[in-house]
Nanobody
Framework: QLRLEESGGGLVQPGGSLRLSCAASGSTFALYTIAWFRQAPGKEREGVSCIGGRSGTTRYAEPVKGRFTISRDNAKNTVYLQMNNPKPEDTGVYYC???????????????????WGQGTQVTVSS
């Protein structure tokens, strides 16, 4: 059974940087596609970025494209989300999610992900 735990959230100023981590345990991490989602108060959860199994395809939602970078270190069972130049609208609880990878493909749609972490709060404010 795969378990996911996010960390690295906190308060960051606009234009700064922050790196989130998603640590996995309990299964073969490299075989899973991993995605980041976020949810602001009063809003639905939205996809942020994803990376396919092993070192597969990456995808970014338009609001974060060019500012966020997803990467994975399979030896450490960890996926990272590097947040550069965060904006106040990036504020929210960030979740990582996983699903068994299919041909290194990934999607930022939430429907196919069946493993979820508990989230880490990111607040972008001066």
């Amino acid at each position: 059974q795969l378990r996911l735990e996010e960390s690295g959230g906190g308060l960051v100023q606009p234009g700064g940087s922050l790196r989130l981590s998603c640590a996995a345990s309990g299964s073969t991490f490299a075989l899973y596609t991993i995605a980041w989602f976020r949810q602001a108060p009063g809003k639905e959860r939205e996809g942020v970025s994803c990376i396919g199994g092993r070192s597969g395809t990456t995808r970014y939602a338009e609001p974060v494209k060019g500012r966020f970078t997803i990467s994975r270190d399979n030896a450490k069972n960890t996926v990272y989300l590097q947040m550069n130049n965060p904006k106040p609208e990036d504020t929210g609880v960030y979740y990582c999610a996983a699903v068994t990878s299919v041909n290194w493909w990934c999607s930022v749609a939430a429907g196919s992900y069946n493993y979820w972490g508990q989230g880490t709060q990111v607040t972008v404010s001066s």
